[in-house]
């Protein structure tokens, strides 16, 4: 089983920038689709950008497309979401996680776009 942990959020003014990182440790990461997710207060948790096992076809969400990338690095069962342009809207918590058979959560980490 593989187990996910993310890093790299923080307090952002609106316009700024933040790299996540997520960590995965265990069997298999280079076998999974892998994707980003948040939830922001109130609201239900949602994909926000995937990316395929081999790293080569990565999908965005309409309201993050143009500023948010998502990369892997299988050899380091590493996945990263670049996050540029940051606006309010993008404040929440972020998880990675595999696209299908999910059975846990990390505990995420926080982006707050605040001036």
């Known amino acids: 089983q593989v187990q996910f942990v993310e890093s790299g959020g923080g307090l952002v003014q609106p316009g700024g920038s933040l790299t996540l990182s997520c960590s995965a440790s265990g069997y298999g990461f280079r076998f999974l689709d892998m994707g980003w997710y948040r939830q922001a207060p109130g609201k239900q948790r949602e994909l926000v950008a995937d990316i395929t096992r081999d790293g080569r076809t990565m999908t965005y969400v309409d309201s993050v497309k143009g500023r948010f990338t998502i990369s892997r690095d299988n050899a380091k069962s590493a996945l990263s979401l670049q996050m540029i342009n940051l606006k309010a809207d993008d404040t929440a918590v972020y998880y990675c996680?595999?696209?299908?058979?999910?059975?846990?959560w990390g505990q995420g980490t926080q982006v707050t776009v605040s001036s």
């Open positions: 996680n595999k696209m299908r058979g999910i059975d846990s």
